[in-house]
């Protein structure tokens, strides 16, 4: 009772009191002089009632009453009719109300008991609106059309942009088409069965720049039913500097030695001539470095590939520099085997392999092209990164030192591949197994988003990473965006903004304005499907049908009626007054 | 009377009108007829006036006149009887009978003159300007008329040059219109073509056509120029049309561009000048196989068809044919020109022609092969196109063929075919020893003595080398005395043994064996001359081998006598030793005689034995390469292009001089390509053209350049790139921890 007693003048309570106590006690002390004592307690009473009810007027008490209890439907994009009828059956007084996105519809004073949804759901912003509500997420459309998508937005030229997804309950005939920004189709794929299926487009991305490439969907009569922008960022690439090792020269070291140079990447190759003597040839190099080891010129380099032997015969020296470099800068290592890969290379890092007695293999992307390996393959091993298997073998792998890489292949005499004529296939064998394990340059700030479209007047929440102390984020007009530091990890912070305009749109760093990010920015009209299964999936996690729908009680504190106080007064007053009288 | 001179009147104006009508008739289906050929009107009145001229004098329309015409309805109407005529007279001069006649006849001839009509051929000549003009009208309706208008022929729509004004901000005035285009090619006059006209700007000719231009504005116009990739060629004028020509060297593009009396310039869409080249002939033989061999007893001929065909037009055709006589170093070529038996029509695109070739009339032995070829030439000038069928092979087969062994080394066959080698004849001699006991006495005397013989031509042969003709050294005898010794032996034979010998011997011994030169009787006496000539017959003075050479092959020769000797005794086991030294001997000689060819290849430097081995470094140095290789990006421009179009439609931006400048840069790279490649990317070189000279573009234009631009570029490769990955303590904790837990 007294937890549901509160004043509206609360500020004022121990004034009051003391007040009213005070007055009682010169009250009290006055009757006392009174000569006739006879109803004194009654006259104490009805004082302390009256003082009682005057205090009262002064702060105003409130009393905790019950709210009005009504149960509300929202209705929004794609709700079945047929549960909207069952639910105003079962509740005839039930409020249905349309939602619009980003417009309040509850009214706080007079808040629902329980909300039903139907349809696709509220936005994930707007549900700030139904905090502490008791919320029951009917609806569960039936999704159709692309309602997953993946895909890196930046890639680096010549590269092959993957972009996978999921296409909920396609119709047999249906197509869906990666088209350039010049309007061509590049990829396509055609839905066989009516079901949902996974899909995946993929096209070479030849010209750097930053480009609007579009999924098209088209049903068997080739009619166009959708057309969705996706950005897609082609950067141009940047070289390696890369250090080769060679204890005598091999046709293998050769050939990788040609194609790295001819790609512009800045290569050292030291090949033993013979004892002591070596011989050295820099390419796209200005400034030759001694290759003596040591942590500093290793520092130069993103990548040293190394014969086993020679990997073998370094001084004790050369190792632990090498290994700092590895540990402390990210410095990759590759060790080419020499025909046999005899033993273990357990320096620095310990591979364990396997002898299979396979020496010819053929991989699934190349079908038709052989590839000739050592007889073995390399143990699965927790930290073991595979870089290329064959049937689940591991054949090229990367294992983590510290900041670096160290990469063991059993493929051997690739260089037969270029003879062949293969020289796309070589090339991806060896640009994938470089890019896995050379050092990654540490960016300034890293940016990160999560949605893979980004919706106009929508919410981009961003993360940054960055050393830098206390960053400041701009928005492309400029404008400072808030950040908030991740309490755990100080080097992480989080921002949030609308983006204004569609298309390519950038965040810079107020300390650094080179360092920007560019995202692509969709109006609110394209990706409805899969704007619609994200809306649902958020709904369902938000209001988790396992909640027990209850009819919760509101209740509200509500200021008490003073006449009767005043009334109360009046009458203790009156009594005080008219007994001396009578 | 004057009723009845009219009716003859209005009588012979019906019969000219009907004439005229023929004619009329004629004429105007001609006149149809050649306009529906010609699909031009002034051809067609020019048939029109020619034909009914020409029609005219034959009908002779104005000809019947009044007296005609009676003569006519007299001839054609009995009950007239024949005196129409009478009608024509006045009747003042006519007699009392005559003017009775004359009023009979006037009652008469009204109601005789309905039947009658005038001669004409109205039906006939109706029928032939109907199908005149059936004839045309079909001729028209399945484009046979096309033959007929190459000259004029209506600019299509499609065609006309486009002119754009490279800046049209400032355009005041209209655009001067273009009149009239014509494009003439003048195929090469080998190539029997036409010249063909027409209005379409896209030129695909064949190499060394000349082509020209015809452009006619309405307005007077201060330059018109052909632009190539780099060159301008100033249009002239010409009778109010601007003209050029050209001959055609190769692919290219071009433009018109002109500029008016204003100071604007204008510029046109981008054509494309495509050569064919002349293709050389292609010739194929048919119905021979590629080596055919023939056996000495056959026929011998072979025959075999040529199929040349040319896209122009052939010039000529012939066989090559080879013939080669002999094997080895001694083979012969005879190089002969063959035409064909059907003669090749000059100037057809495709020949069928035939051959026989008899080898026998080719003077060809057996051995002997012929080697042939059809070579055909086209009519391409200044330099024709040649090419050559595969060469087919015919021979006949050789069944004698020489193999001979001994001589190998001296380089000339001097050997007669029956000859035996010493070798030989140590063989046949041991195996005449051995069948010793088999043989009758007589047969193996017999063989003996043929052993015996051939020893002696094996001697002789020898003995040739020695230049030994007149052998005077003791005990030799040579081919020539041989007569006579033998006449001696003969004569010592007679004494005892003179049967025995005949019965064995048959006269093979002497060089006359089948007498067919009268035997010398007597020898004349040596040469006078001998004494005065450097004389190479002498033995001793030969100088084909060298001197130890020379007294080894005598030794042989002297061996060869004693082993002939007991040959021709019966006694071959003595003749044996004589035969195993002559065959020695002749080893030893050929030995010597052999050449020995220095092997030509790596001559190794000597090696110092001082410093081989010893391990030691001091001369060998590392070795530094340095080298920068530039990572080559086709069609940058392009790949700048396609960008900056890119962001040009994204933010609505407005191109600018660089821009422009960028496209012109693009539109040169992808005019290379499209150099290979014209069909593909001339829409997108002409945009990209006017992008470049025009600011004012649509955005679907752009997309349509892009598209052209992108297509342009080769796919690029996979390339190792340095890639960011952020790093920052937790991260780290993460690896370590991870790492200690390995």
Redesign the interface.
């Known amino acids: 009772m007294i937890d549901s007693l509160s004043f509206i003048n609360n500020h004022w309570f121990w004034y009051v009191v003391i007040f009213a106590i005070l007055l009682w006690l010169v009250f009290a002390w006055k009757e006392w002089q009174q000569p006739n004592k006879s109803k004194l307690y009654l006259k104490l009473v009805l004082a302390s009632v009256a003082l009682t009810s005057l205090a009262f007027i002064v702060l105003k008490p409130l009393v905790v009453s019950q709210l009005d209890t009504y149960k509300m439907v929202v209705l929004t994009k794609g709700y079945d009719v047929n549960k909207l009828d069952s639910i105003k059956n079962s509740n005839k007084k039930i409020q249905v109300l349309n939602y619009e996105v980003n417009e309040s519809f509850i009214n706080p004073n007079k808040k629902p008991s329980t909300i039903y949804i139907l349809g696709e759901g509220i936005a994930p912003f707007d549900f700030y609106q139904l905090d502490s509500l008791n919320v029951s997420y009917l609806g569960n459309p039936k999704a159709s059309g692309i309602v997953q998508l993946k895909f890196d937005q930046e890639q680096?030229?010549?590269?092959?942009i993957n972009i996978e997804g999921l296409y909920a309950n396609a119709k047999k005939g249906r197509k869906i088409i990666l088209e350039?920004?010049?309007?061509?189709g590049l990829d396509s794929i055609v839905f066989s069965t009516d079901s949902t299926q996974p899909f995946k487009l993929s096209t070479?991305l030849?010209?750097?720049?930053?480009?609007?490439y579009h999924l098209i969907e088209k049903d068997s009569l080739n009619n166009l039913i959708n057309s969705n922008p996706i950005g897609i960022r082609v950067v141009p690439?940047?070289?390696?500097s890369i250090l080769i090792i060679n204890g005598f020269p091999t046709f293998e070291t050769k050939y990788l030695k040609n194609y790295?140079?001819?790609?512009?990447?800045q290569l050292t190759v030291r090949s033993q001539?013979?004892?002591?003597?070596?011989?050295?040839?820099?390419?796209?190099?200005n400034t030759?470095t001694a290759v003596d080891f040591s942590e500093k010129t290793l520092q130069n380099f993103?990548l040293v590939i190394i014969d086993a032997q020679s990997f073998r015969n370094l001084g004790r020296n050369q190792k632990s520099s090498l290994e700092k470099a590895v540990r402390n800068d990210?410095l990759g290592v590759f060790i080419q085997s020499n025909t046999v890969f005899n033993g273990i290379v357990n320096y620095l890092t310990d591979f364990n392999v396997q002898a299979d007695n396979i020496t010819k293999i053929n991989m699934e992307a190349w079908p038709k092209i052989g590839f000739t390996k050592s007889p073995l393959h390399l143990k699965p091993?927790?930290?073991l990164q595979s870089i290329f298997e064959v049937n689940n073998q591991i054949l090229t792998a990367s294992k983590?030192?510290?900041?670096g890489k160290i990469g063991l292949s059993a493929f051997e005499n690739t260089y037969q591949l270029i003879l062949n004529g293969n020289?796309?296939v070589y090339?991806?064998l060896?640009?994938?197994t470089?890019?896995a394990i050379?050092?990654?340059?540490?960016?300034i700030v890293?940016w990160e988003t999560s949605s893979s479209v980004i919706f106009k007047d929508e919410p981009l929440k961003f993360k940054l990473?960055t050393?830098i102390d206390k960053p400041k984020s701009l928005s492309e007009q400029n404008d400072l965006i808030p950040l908030i530091n991740d309490l755990?990890?100080s080097?992480?912070w989080k921002g949030k903004t609308y983006p204004k305009t569609t298309?390519?749109q950038k965040l810079s760093l107020a300390q650094d304005t080179t360092q920007v990010f560019r995202y692509y920015v969709t109006d609110t009209t394209k990706w409805k499907s899969l704007k619609s299964y994200n809306t649902t999936k958020a709904n369902k996690r938000q209001f988790s049908t396992a909640k027990a729908v209850t009819n919760k009680q509101f209740t509200t504190r509500q200021p008490l009626s003073l006449v009767w106080f005043y009334l109360v007064f009046i009458l203790s007053i009156g009594y005080l007054w008219l007994e001396p009288k009578l | 009377m004057i009723e009845a001179k009219n009716i003859l009147t209005k009588f012979t104006q019906r019969w000219q009108l009907l004439l005229y009508l023929e004619v009329f008739l004629y004429a105007l289906g001609s006149a149809i007829l050649v306009y529906f050929l010609s699909t031009n009107l002034l051809f067609a009145v020019l048939g029109f006036i020619l034909i009914s001229a020409l029609m005219s004098f034959i009908k002779k329309p104005w000809q019947p006149n009044i007296k005609a015409s009676s003569s006519f309805i007299d001839n054609h109407a009995a009950t007239l009887e024949h005196s129409t005529s009478l009608l024509l007279k006045p009747s003042e001069n006519l007699s009392s009978l005559a003017m009775l006649q004359q009023q009979k006849i006037v009652q008469r001839l009204s109601a005789e003159v309905r039947n009658i009509s005038p001669p004409n051929n109205l039906i006939k000549s109706c029928i032939v300007a109907v199908s005149l003009i059936l004839i045309g009208f079909l001729a028209y309706q399945f484009n046979l008329t096309d033959y007929f208008t190459t000259e004029q022929s209506p600019i299509n729509k499609k065609d006309v040059i486009s002119f754009q004004p490279t800046d049209s901000t400032d355009l005041q005035a209209e655009i001067p219109k273009l009149l009239n285009q014509s494009l003439t090619i003048y195929y090469p006059n080998y190539t029997n073509l036409r010249a063909s006209k027409s209005s379409t700007m896209d030129v695909i000719a064949v190499e060394g056509s000349r082509i020209s231009w015809e452009l006619e504005f309405n307005d007077a116009l201060e330059t018109v120029s052909i632009e190539n990739i780099d060159n301008s060629y100033a249009m002239e004028l010409k009778d109010g049309k601007y003209t050029y020509s050209l001959n055609l060297t190769g692919s290219s593009f071009y433009n018109f561009k002109f500029s008016d009396k204003k100071g604007n310039t204008y510029f046109s869409d981008l054509y494309a000048i495509e050569v064919t080249k002349d293709e050389a002939p292609t010739v194929d033989i048919k119905g021979i196989e590629q080596f055919t061999q023939f056996e000495f007893t056959d026929y011998k001929t072979v025959q075999f068809n040529s199929e040349i065909t040319d896209d122009y037009g052939l010039n000529e055709a012939y066989i090559i044919a080879t013939v080669s006589k002999g094997t080895g170093e001694s083979v012969k070529f005879r190089e002969e020109q063959l035409s064909f038996d059907t003669s090749l029509k000059r100037g057809a695109k495709s020949q069928n022609l035939s051959k026989t070739i008899n080898l026998e009339a080719m003077k060809m032995e057996p051995g002997d092969e012929l080697y042939f070829y059809v070579q055909a030439s086209d009519l391409k000038t200044p330099k024709p196109n040649i090419s050559r069928s595969e060469t087919y092979f015919v021979a006949i087969k050789d069944t004698t063929t020489n193999t001979f062994g001994v001589e190998g080394t001296l380089g000339v066959d001097r050997m007669p075919d029956y000859f035996r080698s010493q070798r030989q004849l140590i063989i046949d001699t041991e195996k005449l020893i051995k069948q010793r006991g088999q043989l009758s006495k007589k047969d193996f005397n017999f063989t003996s003595n043929e052993l015996g013989f051939d020893q002696k031509a094996l001697r002789i042969k020898y003995g040739e080398f020695m230049g030994e003709e007149q052998a005077e050294e003791e005990g030799v005898i040579t081919q020539d005395n041989l007569e006579d010794f033998e006449a001696e032996n003969e004569h010592h034979g007679e004494e005892g043994e003179e049967d025995l010998l005949a019965a064995y011997t048959h006269d093979h011994d002497g060089s006359n064996e089948h007498n067919l030169v009268e035997e010398k009787k007597e020898r004349e006496s040596e040469n006078p001359l001998e004494a005065f000539a450097h004389s190479h017959d002498d033995a001793e003075m030969a100088t084909l081998f060298e001197e130890s050479l020379r007294s080894k092959l005598l030794k042989a020769l002297g061996e060869m006598w004693d082993s002939e000797l007991y040959l021709r005794l019966y006694e071959p086991e003595k003749s044996l030793p004589y035969q195993y030294r002559a065959l020695t001997l002749l080893q030893d000689i050929k030995n010597s005689a052999r050449i020995y060819v220095h092997r030509i290849g790596f001559d190794p430097p000597p090696i110092k034995e001082d410093t081989r081995l010893s391990g030691k470094l001091e001369d060998i140095n590392s070795y530094r390469k340095n080298e920068t290789l530039e990572n080559e990006v086709l069609f940058p421009s392009i790949r700048t292009a396609i960008y900056r179009i890119e962001q040009i439609i994204n933010n609505n931006s407005i191109i600018s001089e660089r821009d422009q400048s960028l496209f012109e840069r693009a539109g040169n790279e992808l005019a290379q390509k499209a150099i290979e490649n014209p069909g593909q990317f001339l829409q997108t070189l002409q945009e990209l053209k006017q992008l470049s000279e025009n600011k004012d573009t649509t955005l679907e234009m752009l997309r349509t350049i892009q598209k052209g631009l992108i297509k342009a570029i080769p796919s690029s490769e996979f390339h190792p790139s340095k890639s960011d990955r952020f790093s920052d303590q937790i991260n780290q904790l993460l690896l370590k921890e991870l790492e200690i837990h390995d």
């Open positions: 680096v030229v010549g590269n092959t350039s920004p010049a309007n061509t070479q030849n010209v750097i720049g930053n480009y609007e690439e940047s070289d390696l790295l140079a001819e790609k512009g990447h001539v013979t004892r002591g003597k070596f011989k050295y040839e820099y390419f796209n190099l030759k993103d990210g091993n927790f930290t983590t030192l510290g900041q020289d796309k090339q991806t060896w640009s994938e470089i890019n050379s050092k990654k340059q540490i960016p890293h990473r050393q755990n990890n080097h992480l298309g390519w």
